[in-house]
């Protein structure tokens, strides 16, 4: 099975433009989850999409924002770009299960520099 | 609220060396439990995983045990090689809630 994918690899965008990354899941996940890794806050997560629908967010601005597919194809939107943005972001698929606790695969990451 | 605490690094060891990272959590109900491992410029690779009290995971000689009266998940290698050189995260996922992770580990293996 081909793991999870993200485009692009890498992006450089200037302050105040906005920017949309795009995660396709491994075959069969119907759950995404978006993680913003910086080297000051390490991993933190964004937000998490399934059957289309938002189920969880985490504490980011409304500059951040996201959407999911009916194929699971998701993609997310920076608005209104900061130099504080700049980080890898990393998205991850999973099986839905009924317990919640299934295991997230990540893909390469999409490595964002805002000059 | 759930929190994964896992020890400062950088770790550094000789090839052939004993390896022990710690990993403690705090958590309400029964979460599960994983390491990933991260080489350098590539994203999260999931490296082992427990889902409840005692399970053992194992990966390539890694293995990390589910404790739950000590609240750890703490990482080991018997003999590390320097292809180990990663950073490596701890954490944790509850029913229905986002995947947390710890600060994360360096290790670096020299020959």
């Known amino acids: 099975k081909a793991g999870v994918t993200q485009t692009p690899r890498y992006l450089i965008k200037t302050r105040g433009q906005q920017v949309t990354l795009s995660c396709s899941p491994i075959?069969?996940?119907?759950?995404v989850s978006w993680y913003q890794q910086t080297p000051g806050q390490g991993l933190q997560f964004l937000f998490e999409?399934?059957?289309?629908?938002?189920?969880n967010k985490g504490n980011f601005p409304g500059r951040f924002s996201g959407r999911q597919f009916s194929n699971s194809r998701s993609e997310m939107n920076v608005s209104t770009l900061e130099l504080g943005d700049s980080a890898l972001y990393l998205c991850?698929?999973?099986?839905?299960?009924?317990?919640?606790?299934?295991?997230?695969?990540f893909g390469p990451g999409t490595r964002l520099t805002v000059l | 609220g759930n929190s994964v605490t896992q020890m400062e690094g950088p770790v550094t060891l000789s090839e052939e060396a004993f390896l022990t990272i710690n990993c403690t959590y705090t958590?309400?109900?029964?979460?599960?439990l994983f390491w990933y491992v991260q080489y350098p410029g590539e994203g999260l690779q999931l490296l082992l995983k427990a889902t409840k009290a005692d399970d053992k995971g194992s990966n390539k000689g890694f293995e990390a045990t589910y404790r739950k009266e000590t609240t750890s998940f703490h990482l080991e290698k018997g003999s590390v090689q320097v292809s180990d050189s990663a950073v490596y995260f701890c954490a944790l996922k509850g029913a229905g809630t986002a995947l947390i992770f710890g600060k994360g580990t360096t290790l670096s293996v020299s020959s």
């Open positions: 999409y399934f059957s289309e629908t938002q189920r």
């Open positions: 075959s069969g996940h119907r759950s």
């Open positions: 991850a698929s999973s099986l839905e299960s009924s317990t919640g606790t299934d295991t997230q695969y």
């Open positions: 958590a309400t109900g029964y979460p599960s």
